[in-house]
């Protein structure tokens, strides 16, 4: 795979991290990730083809194993607040001037520097403050936000990994690591940059949920169907909308393509309540009207496209994308998974700590091995 043979510290954190990790493990990368001792809630569900070691790191003896570690490592990857990394003696310039080659990843909401850099947020005010949840929303109605998918994990866990992607590369001619300074704000308006950049052009120009792509008009929207699922509606072009009204059995005097738009979705939205889901799709099925059925996680699944191309993985979680024709990344497990320390003996022997030594930071509480029982 892409990344067999790169060596990945991931300190433990909530979801953007994780999923970062995951990407680069997927695709061949080693990852290892650091637990705290004692850990009884395990946020991490996208622990898939990771490791887990667990290290007491307000103890010298754990920041200690941490330096080691990044000695042998290509990568870290760290979740926290600008400034905790340094407190514990684990920062950048320490860790690089140890390890020149090494790879330093800090994803954070705000970033590194500027005036919020240590305040709390979530995905929701990384979107605001990127602008892109300005865009965001029905007619008439607040901002909203999809989930937590476009700060998160598309500005946040995609972009940093192609981040380290970029480093990577970079690193292969000049032999260097370098400070990734990921900030989901920043990433997100990137993600948004063609939102940007095409805001003079005529699809835009109204009030938010006025406009062609979100949900201004009658020919870019879902409709709910009799057995109250739904139908996603995009026939832009006039020949895709032209298509669109012959599967209707409809004219465009009978619904015109610029007729006014909520009197127009008033009308599709009786025609597609007039039938199931599965019998729109039939009707729809392989034509270039653009309309496809809305799916959840379980039709996705079993969708015969889908099914066709593997997308899904046994158990139902998307395959790794995109799909490299070489080195296509294969995920070394479906377990999403790991008990924190499930593998801190292993990691430790495989970089070079003797049984004494591991006893003795057993012993002593620095490292925890899940299911080792203490010394009464």
Excluded at 53 to 69: P, Q, S, T, Y
Excluded at 100 to 111: A, C, D, E, N
Excluded at 234 to 249: H, R, T
């Amino acid at each position: 795979m892409a990344l067999r043979g790169i060596k990945v510290l991931e300190l433990a954190g909530l979801a953007p991290v994780p999923v970062c990790g995951m990407i680069l493990a997927d695709y061949g990368a080693a990852v290892t990730r650091v637990d705290r001792p004692g850990t009884v809630l395990n946020y991490d569900v996208t622990a898939r083809g990771k490791r887990s070691i667990a290290l007491d790191l307000k103890k010298k003896e754990g920041v200690d194993i941490v330096r080691d570690l990044s000695k042998k490592h290509d990568i870290l990857i760290e979740p926290f607040r600008p400034g905790v990394m340094e407190k514990l003696g684990l920062g950048p310039k320490i860790l690089t001037e140890e390890n020149p080659s090494l790879i330093y990843v800090r994803l954070t909401g705000f970033g590194q520097t500027g005036p919020y850099k240590k305040m709390a947020g979530h995905d929701i005010n990384y979107l605001a403050m990127s602008g892109v949840l300005s865009f965001l929303g029905r007619k008439n109605e607040n901002p909203l936000a999809p989930i937590n998918l476009l700060a998160d994990f598309a500005g946040g866990s995609f972009v940093c990994a192609m981040g380290v992607m970029a480093a990577l590369l970079e690193r292969s001619a000049s032999g260097k690591g370098q400070v990734i300074d990921s900030c989901m704000v920043e990433g997100a308006a990137y993600v948004g940059s063609w939102l940007y950049a095409s805001k003079e052009m005529n699809i835009w120009g109204n009030p938010r949920g006025q406009n062609f792509l979100d949900s201004g008009v009658h020919f870019y929207e879902t409709y709910k169907t009799a057995d109250d699922k739904y139908m996603a509606v995009g026939a832009l072009e006039p020949q895709f909308y032209s298509v669109f009204l012959d599967k209707l059995g409809l004219t465009d005097e009978e619904l015109p393509q610029f007729g006014e738009p909520d009197e127009m979705k008033a009308k599709l939205a009786g025609i597609f309540a007039t039938k199931t889901q599965d019998e729109w799709s039939k009707i729809f099925d392989g034509s270039d009207a653009c309309v496809t059925p809305v799916l959840d996680t379980e039709q996705a699944a079993q969708h015969y496209h889908n099914v066709d191309r593997k997308s899904f993985l046994p158990g139902g979680m998307p395959r790794p994308a995109p799909i490299l024709s070489r080195t296509p990344a294969i995920p070394a497990s479906t377990d999403l998974n790991i008990e924190p320390g499930a593998n801190t003996l292993e990691v430790l022997q495989e970089n070079g700590y003797t049984q004494d030594q591991i006893n003795n930071l057993l012993d002593q509480n620095i490292i925890e091995q899940h299911g080792h029982k203490a010394k009464l």
